[in-house]
């Protein structure tokens, strides 16, 4: 079955800091792999993903990932954090077949001024 | 607005109580994915669509739950005599799978569930 490890619960940043969340999964096979955002109370906006091909893959806001097979890893990038990028991210791998989600327990991420 | 749609945004019930929430997809999108998320942690797959057929329920999904989706169009998720466990946000999610699209999933707002 396939998992999603998010190693970091939660995470402080200064503003205008770089940002690196970190995300493992076990997949048997060639994964698809995504990034999510969700603010309080709110919904989950995608904000990258990962299919095939180059494997440094850009995003909605600034953001970035690389996928990482020898390490099975896919962690999420921000050159310089702003102060609305507070929320919570969750990494999450879908299978080739029902393509349903398996999501990682999300990092909450703080900004400070 | 041509997202996601969840209604209602928030539901609050007496244990015991039923509880139908509802979901429009994306109207191109053949595919139609609940879960749900408990405080603090990521979304649980409970249960998802292909057009009009159930394909797959999680073990998460007991028999309380029932899911619709009559016409491939919109869907439904009842919880029948609700328990302070479920207290949870419900998300939906569709998709296109179909030919080579990829396998992108797009949420609607939600719908919290506060049993009491």
């Known amino acids: 079955a396939q998992s999603v490890t998010q190693p970091d619960i939660h995470i402080t940043v200064s503003e205008g800091a770089s940002l690196e969340l970190r995300c493992n999964y076990s997949y048997g096979a060639t994964p698809y792999l995504f990034w999510y955002v969700q603010s309080p109370g709110q919904g989950l906006q995608l904000l990258l993903k990962y299919f095939s091909g180059d494997t440094l893959v850009q995003g909605i806001k600034g953001f970035e990932a690389e996928f990482k097979r020898s390490q099975s890893s896919f962690n999420l990038r921000k050159p310089s954090v702003h102060w609305s990028d507070a929320a919570e991210y969750f990494c999450a791998v879908a299978d080739t077949g029902r393509r349903a989600l398996t999501f990682g327990s999300g990092t909450r991420l703080q900004v400070q001024p | 607005d041509t997202g996601v749609s969840q209604d209602p945004r928030h539901k609050i019930t007496k244990r015991g109580q039923n509880v139908t929430f509802r979901c429009d997809p994306i109207s191109e999108h053949n595919r139609l994915y609940w879960y749900r998320q408990t405080l603090g942690q990521g979304p649980e797959f409970l249960t998802y669509?292909?057009?009009?057929?159930?394909?797959?329920k999680s073990r998460l999904l007991s028999d309380r739950f029932s899911a619709e989706r009559p016409k491939g169009s919109f869907s439904t998720l009842e919880i029948q005599r609700t328990e302070q466990g479920d207290s949870a946000m419900y998300l939906c999610?569709?998709?296109?799978?179909?030919?080579?699209?990829?396998?992108?999933?797009?949420f609607g707002q939600g719908t919290r569930l506060t049993v009491v």
């Open positions: 669509f292909q057009n009009e057929a159930q394909l797959e």
């Open positions: 999610a569709s998709s296109l799978a179909r030919g080579g699209a990829r396998p992108e999933a797009f």
